[in-house]
Nanobody, 124 residues
Framework: QVQLVESGGGLVQAGGSLRLSCAAS????????MAWFRQAPGKEREFVAT????????YYADSVKGRFTISRDNAKNMVYLQMNSLKPEDTAVYYC?????????????????WGQGTQVTVSS
């Protein structure tokens, strides 16, 4: 059973920064593609960023490119999302997701495991 637990959300002013963390309880973490998604009230869950098993390949949604950075530490079974220059439209519940596949993916259906989410609120 794979468990993902997010942390690091909170309230921040526009232009500020937050760092989200996701702890994974799986022995073969280094074989997993990991990703961050987000869901705002009344909207569908949307892709934010993904990273391959080694951390050498990443992909971002256009809306966060240049502001957010996804990274991972396989020795600690952790994935991170550094969020800079935050905007009110970044307000959402952020979810960590994992998939035991080799290729990056942006669709929710490609991910087998999900965390419970962490709230990020950006005030204007």
């Amino acid at each position: 059973q794979v468990q993902l637990v997010e942390s690091g959300g909170g309230l921040v002013q526009a232009g500020g920064s937050l760092r989200l963390s996701c702890a994974a309880s799986v022995l073969t973490f280094s074989r997993y593609v990991m990703a961050w998604f987000r869901q705002a009230p009344g909207k569908e869950r949307e892709f934010v960023a993904t990273i391959n098993w080694s951390g050498g390949d990443t992909y971002y949604a256009d809306s966060v490119k240049g502001r957010f950075t996804i990274s991972r530490d396989n020795a600690k079974n952790m994935v991170y999302l550094q969020m800079n220059s935050l905007k009110p439209e970044d307000t959402a519940v952020y979810y960590c997701a994992g998939s035991p596949r080799l290729t990056l993916a942006t669709m929710t259906t490609r991910y087998d495991y999900w965390g419970q989410g962490t709230q990020v609120t950006v005030s204007s």
